[in-house]
């Protein structure tokens, strides 16, 4: 599949530049364009598509994204669901490196422990396209480009929406955490990035902190389970996704407290159901990380096998929404 590829390229290569030489040597004829003669010529890649899972509104939108993109790009998608296990994603890489396919996307649900399987890839030749979450390696020839969110940033984000909200807060601010996934970028780094601007607020307190696993389910098990031990002590929550703020959110009213007022809420990812439940009051802020990236993912994959120079890391540009925003945004919002 890559010789025909590069034997295609080699031919539209050698074209443009004997098109152009014409172009050159016929005064007042006509210019050569981008895509003289090459139109319809683009080369049918099969990307094999190993995702996390279907735990939250975020991951179906963006598996959506994706899928829709490498359809539209007319390339041929295989595609695999880990359900959230490491063991699952390892077994559709090495399946897709059976299968010789020409490019491999990957979403590691955790950050370590992706070495070898990855090392099988390169030796098989086949390029290996980080999407949303990075990986801990130390050897960073193993894929050619991170395509995602910055999740430190997120969590900073999060963090000074809360310093400025408590800025004439008396006393003690109680804060309990429902982390994601244990082992995840974005649940290491949203960590990372909230407690990095609480330190300069010693009365800004994390009293608990748990994994709800990105899911509304265990986001409101969680929530019950800290409503228990700390009940009315209990100021904020901040949660790394929105799926477990929605679950807690429900856990707080069945205890019989007003979420968005006797416990304020911080979510991540500005999925609709967030805007939901603040176009409420339920809900007081969320901090966006666009899932959308199919489009820029396709032509990332495009470029690397044109043999283009493409960045080692590609940011997604992204904003943070609150309650008073929420309905008039409602209606546009895409995820
Ligand atoms: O925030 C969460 C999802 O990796 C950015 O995973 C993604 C996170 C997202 O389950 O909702």
């Not at 098989?124 to 999740?151: H, K, N, Q």
């Not at 493409?310 to 008073?324: F, L, P, W």
Request: hydrophobic share 40%; with cysteine; glycine share 8%.
């Amino acid at each position: 599949m890559k010789k025909v590829l590069r034997a295609k390229m080699l031919l539209l290569v050698v074209t443009s530049v004997l098109l152009l030489l014409s172009a050159c040597g016929s005064s007042g004829g006509q210019t050569a364009t981008s895509d003289g003669g090459s139109a319809g010529d683009k080369e049918k890649l099969v990307i094999g598509f190993s995702q996390v899972g279907a735990e939250s509104e975020w991951r179906t939108a963006n598996t959506k994204s994706m899928q829709d993109a490498i359809k539209e790009a007319g390339h041929e998608l295989k595609f695999s669901d880990a359900q959230q296990k490491q063991e699952n994603q390892i077994k559709a890489i090495r399946s897709f490196i059976a299968q010789k396919v020409d490019a491999i996307v990957f979403s590691p649900v955790v950050e370590t422990g992706f070495e070898t399987v990855l090392k099988e890839a390169k030796d098989a030749g086949i390029p290996v396209f980080l999407a949303d979450r990075a990986v801990d390696i130390e050897d960073d020839s193993l894929w050619v480009t991170f395509l995602g969110s910055d999740f430190v940033e997120e969590g900073r984000k999060a963090a000074n929406w809360l310093v400025e909200e408590t800025k004439d807060a008396e006393g003690d601010v109680n804060i309990v955490e429902l982390q994601g996934t244990v082992g995840s970028a974005p649940a290491i780094d949203r960590k990372e990035g909230f407690e990095e601007v609480i330190a300069d607020h010693p009365n800004l307190k994390i009293i608990k902190s748990q994994t709800g696993d990105f899911t509304r389910a265990k986001g409101k098990e969680v929530m019950e389970a800290f409503l228990k031990s700390d009940g009315e002590n209990i100021d904020v929550l901040y949660a790394h996704n929105d799926d477990m703020a929605i679950g807690a959110i429900q856990a707080i009213e069945e205890y019989g407290l007003k979420p968005g007022e006797d416990i304020k809420i911080i979510g991540v990812d500005a999925v609709k159901g967030a805007f939901e439940a603040m176009a409420a009051g339920k809900m007081n802020v969320t901090v966006e990380c666009n899932p959308l990236f199919g489009p820029q993912m396709v032509d990332l994959i495009e470029a690397h096998l044109a043999g283009e120079e493409i960045e080692k890391r590609v940011a997604v540009e992204e904003s943070m929404y609150t309650m008073d925003q929420a309905e008039e945004l409602l209606p546009t919002r895409e995820y």
